[in-house]
């Protein structure tokens, strides 16, 4: 490798934002455990994904611009692919079990495209 040291606060700053990506990703494991329905739990680990994520992008991009090959923007390339497919894979997996659960009967809030106004009354 190399014979280049980063500075004490640089190996902070990136070892914090590592370790907070990784607290934030184990609370939303924890709530993927401790939350009971399907609804509940996948709303936990699909926001707290793209949070973690981002704690250690930022850490990958310290790390690798000080090492002395210019900005890293490889790590923020794959951060923003991940802020994108994942809210929008939630979305397909809540509208999927929504329709399981209309489907087999159970207790969900009804179809929005189905609520339609009542017609005006002539006087």
Known sequence: MTDFTLPLWAEIAIAALVLLGAAIAMVGSLGLLRLSSYFERVHAPSIIATMGCWCIMHASILYFSLLGHGLAVHPLLIALF????????????????????????????????????????DS
């Open 82 to 121: 991940v802020a994108i497919t994942v809210p929008v894979t939630n979305i397909f997996l809540m509208r999927a079990a929504l329709f399981r659960a209309r489907r087999a009967g159970l207790r969900v809030p009804p179809s929005v495209s189905r609520i339609v106004p009542p017609a005006p009354r």
